[in-house]
């Protein structure tokens, strides 16, 4: 933790002890949760100065306080979360996923701190969704993110919600670092981030979401405008590392999902400025359920999605440019909760093909087991996920909830 | 007595006669929603109203696992329009905070949002999966959504005793599409004019489920209330019981609390 979250971190913890003694009706809610990961990778590491054992283990805990006051018009959350892994310094890390105050009125919120906002659709690419910072070594899925600090006004009409978000500062991307997998032959120098912007990561982004429903179609149209999330990577000096360069961009997104009898139809699009050059790129595609399949209680769902990036050469490289992605989704409806996804992405352009499969199930009350397991298969020495080539794995996770 | 008055006392016996006829011989159908519409008017009027409640699930061998559960729910009095409800989980811990937001419809299909929080993500999903299990139990979606009176035709059946009260019972059929009973058998006492008990006939016609709804209690606005559902699948002899804490009404939830736009700012 740098000295600005610290002291974030410490008048938080001023503010929280101020709810606690004034706490009348108020309501509190105290959980946690600790996981236990280890990784199998199918093959040795690629790179010189990666870990040469093929076991990784990292554990990792989340704490969740939450707050709201007894007349039900403000609320707090604060939640920390730390992770250690023993292979990779740069994935161990601690984190305020939340640490937020917030009043509600009739028609709006405002809400003050550090809070995780999701947009969009698809399944398999989460183009529209920009407000957080990818926690990239956390999972190559890029679901996991970092608590992004801002001020957000929430208005509600009878016309939609309109979001408005300032973001004072910005989170730079998680990247392995020269010990971990998934990375290329130069590991990434996170210590030198570099900025378009003369006032770096304190640069004021701004966003603007509206969304709404009309019968059957939900719609988002998004706005953007700051310090870019994804980094372009450039060598350093001496050649020996890749330096995040963050640009400032702007973006449009749209999101849509037709919603009628079991299929879902869904587009994410999006139009960015500020690269090079302007480009745009969109996924869209259905999902199709089958239920209560054979007789049983269990669902069976199908997915196609299709990947469109129309960026140059200039910008970060995106892997998802010309893709298609068929998954499937089976959901037991069990009192587990057990749910398998299988999916296949593959590069039209270039044959690559990654497999992806998902599977969670509850044990008794309070215990999750998931398994992971991602492969990657005929990348050439001139794409991208060649880097990756030797990094297929199986994940086990065990997380216990408190 | 004048004559004038006889006349007139006559006309109106043998009209009130035409009209008690005129009752008797309506239909087994017309009796029947006369019965179901008579239950859930005694209903109408409450409101909003929120409630927590334990959902205990126990399979063949005994097994039992249980989840914690919120229900709020926004009155559309209009017998035309579907009520609105937000389910909010507490418990098992793992998926605390996921929430469903039903806009419930009389025959269109259900306009749903299921909010995943460990994504922070809302979801709109589709509402034809009626007669799937809801969060693993023995209730199904089509079940647990309002029961709204005219998503059923009625056929008034017979009338029985039913632990110590009379009750009709009621055969209705579902109107809306997707349901995966082909009849349901309701028990509706006399007095208070409360379902008691509802059977549940599957696409092959046999019988499914049973569900018992006990420890009716009235409250100050004069609605009822079960707070205890008890679901048995006759056919697997697995289980589902609901135990209801107590109901607060007028807690000045609007319409405005059952937008999409609030899942994300439940907790």
Redesign the interface.
């Known amino acids: 933790m740098n000295n600005a979250n610290t002291s974030r971190f410490f008048l938080l913890a001023v503010l929280l002890s101020a709810l606690v003694a004034q706490a009348d009706e108020a309501s509190w809610?105290f959980?946690a949760?600790v996981e236990l990961q280890t990784r199998f990778f199918t093959q040795d590491a690629a790179w010189s100065g990666q870990e040469s054992n093929t076991g990784q283990f990292s554990f990792a805990t989340t704490a969740e306080v939450?707050w709201?006051n007894a007349e039900n018009t403000q609320?707090a959350?604060f939640i920390p979360y730390l992770r250690w892994d023993q292979a990779d310094d740069e994935r161990s890390l601690v984190d305020l996923r939340e640490a937020y105050w917030?009043y509600?009125a009739?028609?709006f919120?405002l809400l003050i701190g550090s809070n995780?906002?999701?947009w969009?659709?698809t399944e398999s690419l989460h183009l529209v969704d920009i407000i957080n910072q990818t926690d990239a070594v956390a999972d190559i899925d890029g679901?996991d993110k970092l608590g992004q600090p801002m001020v957000n006004l929430?208005l509600?009409r009878d016309w939609?919600?309109m979001n408005l978000y300032v973001m004072p500062y910005f989170r730079e991307r998680t990247f392995a670092g020269t010990n971990g997998r998934f990375r290329a032959p130069l590991p990434v120098d996170t210590d030198r981030p570099q900025y378009e912007s003369s006032t770096e990561e304190k640069h004021v982004d701004l966003a603007l979401r509206y969304?709404h429903?009309i019968g059957d179609v939900?719609i988002g149209l998004s706005l953007f405008s700051g310090t870019s999330r994804e980094p372009r990577l450039v060598p350093n000096e001496a050649g020996n590392a890749l330096l995040p360069y963050y640009d400032q961009i702007e973006q449009f997104g749209v999101d849509l999902?037709y919603?009628r009898?079991?299929?879902?139809w869904k587009l994410e699009a999006i139009v960015r400025d500020g690269f090079a050059e302007t480009f745009a790129a969109a996924v869209g595609g259905f999902e199709y359920?089958f239920?209560?399949v054979g007789d049983s209680?269990a669902?069976i769902g199908m997915l196609l999605e299709y990947q469109y990036d129309g960026r140059g050469e200039q910008e970060p490289i995106s892997i998802a440019d010309n893709d298609l992605f068929v998954g499937t989704r089976l959901a037991l409806?069990?009192?587990?909760?057990t749910a398998v996804l299988a999916g296949v992405g593959y590069d039209v352009d270039t044959g690559e093909t990654f497999i992806n499969i998902e599977a969670d199930r509850?044990f008794?009350?309070?215990l999750?087991v998931e398994f992971r397991g991602r492969f990657l298969s005929g990348a050439r020495p001139q794409d991208l996920t060649y880097t990756l080539a030797n990094d297929d794995y199986l994940q086990l996770q065990l997380?216990r909830?408190? | 007595m004048k004559f004038k008055t006889i006349v007139s006392l006559v006309i109106l016996a043998a009209f009130a006669v035409m009209l008690t006829s005129r009752a008797n011989a309506s239909t087994a159908e017309e009796q029947g929603f006369e019965i179901a519409a008579r239950s859930d008017r005694t209903d109408v009027g409450f409101g909003e109203s929120e409630v927590e409640l334990k959902m205990i699930?126990r399979?063949a061998a005994g097994q039992q696992?249980?989840r914690s559960l919120r229900i709020s729910t926004f009155e559309k009095p209009d017998e035309t329009v579907g009520d609105k409800s937000l389910v909010l989980f507490d418990?098992?811990?793992?998926?605390?905070g996921t929430a469903l937001l039903s806009h419930a419809k009389i025959l269109d299909?259900d306009?749903q949002w299921l909010y995943l929080p460990a994504?922070?993500?809302?979801?709109?999903?589709?509402s034809?999966?009626k007669?799937?299990?809801f969060?693993?139990?023995e209730f199904a979606f089509e079940d647990f959504t309002a029961i709204e009176l005219n998503k059923f035709d009625y056929k008034h059946i017979g009338t029985v005793d039913c632990n110590g009260l009379q009750c009709d019972v009621l055969e209705r059929l579902p109107r809306y599409e997707n349901s995966?009973y082909t009849k349901q058998v309701a028990w509706v006492d006399q007095t208070d004019f409360q379902i008691r008990k509802v059977e549940f006939y599957d696409r092959r016609g046999d019988l499914l489920k049973v569900l018992e709804l006990k420890d009716y209690r009235q409250y100050e606005n004069g609605v009822w209330r079960a707070h205890l559902l008890s679901m048995s699948n006759v056919q697997t002899n697995k289980q589902t019981d609901l135990i209801y804490d107590d109901y607060r009404f007028d807690i000045g939830l609007?319409e405005?609390d059952f937008?999409?736009?609030?899942l994300?700012?439940l907790?």
């Open positions: 809610d959980s949760n939450r709201r609320r959350s917030a509600e009739d028609s919120e995780t906002v999701f969009g659709v679901e929430a509600q939609g919600l969304s429903y939900d999902q919603t009898d079991a299929w879902l359920t239920y209560q209680a669902d409806n069990d009192t587990q909760d509850r008794g009350e309070d999750v997380s909830y408190f | 699930l399979n696992s249980s418990t098992p811990r793992d998926i605390e299909p306009d994504l922070k993500r809302v979801k709109r999903i589709s034809s999966n007669s799937g299990p969060v693993g139990s995966g609007s405005g937008v999409k736009g609030r994300s700012r907790r």
